[in-house]
């Protein structure tokens, strides 16, 4: 399926082909596949242990497939890392370590944590700060950002590159809702700027139905894929979640 936001004629971002992931006896992913239009915002949903960010690890070249295959930007993945940014949960950020918001955006440069600020490097990351509404916060501890602040300094980690796809794992977690209403803002803007495609686990159907333009509904295996009003109708999600889930207003 072809998003009408992408640029026609062009290759899709993402191609899974018969994707399988195990881990010994246990099948986290089966048979999953779909392809992905450069250029569409997908949101990725399911239950817990639906193997979400399994998906996300076989795209970073982190997670070897046992059978199919994957395509990222048209190569393998893992090969292409200056091309990808990743923005993962907060939750999972140990607070106690002893970091600036600038250092945090500078390792997505760098790949190590930095010695020295300064230079070409640091002008990009104020500058990628900037962007996303945080410059004010570059001298700032990291443990002492809010929920909201932290993501935004993430977020410029993830886009100081000015990659071409960005994937995002529960990017909503921690924040509140003015909060996560700016972050859908910001990601929408840099997608539109550049034309990158933008792949986001949420367990939030509205914030799919709502924000997405291509929507994967999965349970280990794939349940449906598309347009959001057709990927997450009540059946798909009955069958996904095994339940009857609730019905959803359709956006005008």
Same mark, same amino acid.
């Given at each position: 399926?072809?998003?009408?936001?992408?640029?026609?004629?062009?290759?899709?971002?993402?191609?899974?082909?018969?994707?399988?992931?195990?881990?010994?006896?246990?099948? *986290? @992913? &089966?048979? %999953?596949?779909?392809? $992905?239009?450069?250029?569409?915002?997908?949101?990725?949903? #399911? /239950?817990?242990?639906?193997?979400?960010?399994?998906?996300?690890?076989?795209?970073?070249?982190?997670?070897?497939?046992?059978?199919?295959?994957?395509?990222?930007?048209?190569?393998?993945?893992?090969?292409?890392?200056?091309?990808?940014?990743?923005?993962?949960?907060?939750?999972?950020?140990?607070?106690?370590?002893?970091?600036? *918001? @600038? &250092?945090? %955006?500078?390792?997505? $440069?760098?790949?190590?944590?930095?010695?020295?600020?300064? #230079? /070409?490097?640091?002008?990009?990351?104020?500058?990628?700060?900037?962007?996303?509404?945080?410059?004010?916060?570059?001298?700032?501890?990291?443990?002492?950002?809010?929920?909201?602040?932290?993501?935004?300094?993430?977020?410029?980690?993830?886009?100081?590159?000015?990659?071409?796809?960005?994937?995002?794992?529960?990017?909503?977690?921690?924040?509140?809702?003015?909060?996560?209403?700016?972050?859908?803002?910001?990601?929408?803007?840099?997608?539109?700027?550049?034309?990158?495609?933008?792949?986001?686990?949420?367990?939030?159907?509205?914030?799919?139905?709502?924000?997405?333009?291509?929507?994967?509904?999965?349970?280990?295996?794939?349940?449906?894929?598309?347009?959001?009003?057709?990927?997450?109708?009540?059946?798909?999600?009955?069958?996904?979640?095994?339940?009857?889930?609730?019905?959803?207003?359709?956006?005008?």
């Amino acid at each position: 399926m072809i998003s009408p936001d992408s640029p026609l004629g062009s290759l899709p971002a993402l191609e899974l082909s018969d994707l399988t992931v195990r881990f010994g006896d246990f099948t *986290a @992913l &089966e048979r %999953v596949s779909f392809a $992905l239009p450069t250029g569409a915002f997908m949101a990725l949903v #399911g /239950p817990n242990g639906a193997g979400k960010s399994t998906l996300i690890r076989a795209l970073l070249g982190l997670v070897t497939p046992s059978s199919g295959s994957v395509t990222v930007l048209g190569a393998q993945p893992g090969t292409q890392p200056e091309h990808i940014g990743y923005v993962p949960q907060i939750k999972t950020f140990d607070r106690s370590f002893p970091a600036k *918001a @600038l &250092e945090l %955006v500078l390792t997505g $440069l760098r790949r190590s944590w930095p010695g020295l600020h300064r #230079g /070409p490097q640091r002008e990009q990351a104020l500058e990628a700060l900037e962007s996303v509404g945080a410059g004010h916060l570059a001298s700032q501890a990291v443990g002492r950002l809010s929920g909201g602040q932290l993501q935004r300094v993430y977020l410029a980690r993830a886009i100081v590159r000015r990659p071409k796809l960005i994937l995002l794992d529960e990017p909503a977690t921690g924040i509140d809702t003015l909060g996560e209403k700016d972050l859908y803002g910001l990601l929408e803007r840099y997608r539109l700027d550049t034309g990158a495609t933008l792949v986001m686990i949420t367990h939030d159907w509205d914030v799919a139905r709502y924000h997405a333009s291509f929507v994967v509904v999965l349970n280990r295996t794939l349940f449906s894929c598309g347009h959001p009003e057709t990927a997450l109708c009540d059946d798909c999600l009955a069958r996904a979640y095994g339940h009857g889930g609730h019905s959803h207003a359709v956006r005008l």
